[in-house]
């Protein structure tokens, strides 16, 4: 009983970790809380207090419209969209054939999926460029959807495999017995099993295509009406100096939906993972 008592946490074991987590959490959030307090100062850059002098959304309103980010986000939505339906429908047929079915060679495609994915993407940029430019798509948002998609392969595949693998292959040979095609039971029993693990792969796209910089700045050049908007938020940067409400109230912008879409999406995806690396 005295070892069970003594293994109790106290009241100062409490305290201190209840201490210990709030400065945490302090460390953790204080960027993001300066981040919106300065989009809503209409003296950002000005002033070293930590909350807004001169509270206002003249910000916002400017990124918005003179700014121009209303384009930046409505070509990010549509480049992160795409990226994410043609990534996750190519992950999902590639997993199906190296998870079903036996050919020659099928272990080098798994081997060069997991090398591919330990490649630095800044080597990636000067080939990828090359493939682009002769597939004659450069300053274009398909040519970035093209590059995404394929930046995005490598880690669908070999997730999406896992959850393929773990599928009793019994069900899918019960459904040829009672008549079903392929398809059919691709629809009805496939892909309900492996749809957390498409959500999983499926919001690593949308955000990896929502916050890149470096593929869109390089295959975009200087189409500026095809901007998305980690590349809109530099034109807020100039030579001698910066325009910190703008580049606030953009960067805000940009990262409460993504925020908001991944707190919407947490357990789904925390299950998706677990269930991928247990099964897998």
Known sequence: MSALTSRRPTAAGKAVRGVLVTL??????????????????????????????????ENFRYVLTDGGFGTFL?????????TVLISSLLALLASVGVARFRFKGRTSVLLMVLVVQMVPLEALVIPLFVQVRDLQLLGTLTGLVVVYTAL???????????????????????????????????????????????????????????????FAMTMLGAESEKFTVAIGLRSFFGLN????????????????????????????????????????
């Open 74 to 82: 409505k070509n990010s939505l549509m480049v992160a969209l795409a």
């Open 152 to 214: 995005a392969l490598p880690f669908g595949i070999w997730m999406l495999r896992g959850f393929v693998a773990a599928v009793p292959v019994e069900l899918e040979e019960a459904a040829y017995l009672d008549g079903a095609s392929w398809g059919r039971m691709f629809r009805s029993i496939l892909f309900p099993l492996v749809a957390p693990g498409l959500v999983a792969t499926s919001i690593f796209s949308f955000i990896t295509a929502w916050n890149e910089f470096v």
């Open 24 to 57: 945490l959490l302090v460390f953790t959030l204080f960027p993001f809380y300066w981040m919106v307090a300065s989009a809503l100062d209409g003296r950002a850059g000005q002033s070293d207090l930590p909350w807004p002098t001169s509270p206002t959304l």
């Open 241 to 280: 100096a910066n325009d910190w409400g703008s580049i606030m109230a953009g960067s805000t912008i940009i990262t409460v939906p993504v925020m908001i879409f991944f707190i919407a999406v947490q357990r789904r995806l925390a299950s998706g993972l677990t269930s991928g690396a247990v099964k897998g």
